[in-house]
């Protein structure tokens, strides 16, 4: 049977994925609102679709496998709002079905571990909108899905160089405030695994081994740079947007053993120096 993704929301870590599928066959369709991308998915190999159910409905009927990365807005899950009952009638002929969600679903552990048996307990409004979007999904019957709940991503032109470079960086201190994060390449090799390894029902934490205070990574930045560290501001002095606020309101460390043990993935990027250090090393191969 030929391999159809079609990929719901499609932005950076979908693309990152469907770089390894391309080349290996599949045919795969991803979803804009914006017509002005579609000569860019066009070039990576990508069919580009509206946001429209017309545009998307031949894709779902035809699909092996469905990807959503869309994220939920204050009115819901909006690749449901608009094809639910069209995906409830394709469900059960679907050979594997993800939702890419966040470890915010978690809440707040006070810097303590968590896993995927943890009490879904969020603390902002973005994280329980997770948590009603993935009990939608999961309640759709038949549906062979896979959550994947995501850290902090970063990865090419998604990393802190570019503010340590301009001078805009700041190493804000909160005691205590530890994050975890993920480099997109180990996203888009561990949603393949899946992909080759189905098991409906399943949650993975998609995450690194070395859960981090943020100043750390940003002064790591700055020291592969060697450049001067950027200067460090205690947290109740920052400014600081309401949602960058929000993301220091939550500490926790998340646990990855699911990912290996069940889909066999060694991280290619097990912590933030590695990732930095590669992300580094590319930019300046292109210069």
């Not at 978690?106 to 603390?123: F, I, K, N």
């Not at 530890?178 to 393949?192: G, K, N, P």
């Not at 949650?203 to 200067?231: K, S, T, W």
């Not at 460390?253 to 090393?281: C, E, F, H, M, Q």
Request: proline residues 8%.
């Amino acid at each position: 049977m030929n391999k159809v993704l079609l990929s719901l929301g499609h932005g950076y870590c979908v693309s990152h994925l469907a770089r390894r599928l391309v080349p290996q066959g599949w045919r795969i369709a991803g979803t804009t609102r914006d017509p002005d991308k579609f000569a860019s998915l066009r070039a990576q190999g990508i069919t580009p679709l509206l946001w429209d159910r017309d545009a998307i409905l031949p894709w779902l009927e035809h699909a092996s496998h469905l990807l959503v990365s869309a994220g939920p807005t204050e009115t819901g899950d909006p690749a449901l709002a608009l094809l639910q009952p069209d995906i409830t009638k394709q469900a059960a002929r679907l050979d594997w079905a993800g939702y890419l969600s966040t470890t915010g679903v978690y809440g707040d552990a006070q810097g303590g571990w968590v896993d995927e048996c943890t009490p879904l307990t969020p603390d902002t409004e973005r994280g329980r909108r997770r948590v009603r979007a993935e009990a939608a999904w999961s309640a759709i019957p038949d549906l062979p899905l896979h959550i994947f709940r995501l850290a902090g991503i970063y990865g090419p032109g998604r990393g802190p160089f570019a503010k340590v470079r301009e001078g805009s960086a700041r190493r804000i201190i909160k005691p205590g405030q530890v994050f975890s994060r993920i480099h997109v390449e180990d996203i888009a090799q561990t949603l393949e695994a899946s992909m080759a390894h189905p098991k409906p029902g399943a949650v993975y934490n998609l995450c690194d081994d070395d859960p981090a205070p943020p100043q750390d990574v940003i002064a790591h930045a700055a020291d592969l740079l060697g450049v001067e560290r950027p200067p460090e501001v205690p947290f109740d002095e920052a400014d600081l947007s309401p949602m960058a606020r929000s993301f220091y309101s939550e500490s926790k460390r998340v646990r990855n053993a699911k990912i290996k043990s069940d889909l066999g993935v060694t991280l290619k990027y097990p912590d933030y120096r590695t990732g930095l250090a590669a992300l580094l090393a590319e930019e300046r191969a292109r210069q």
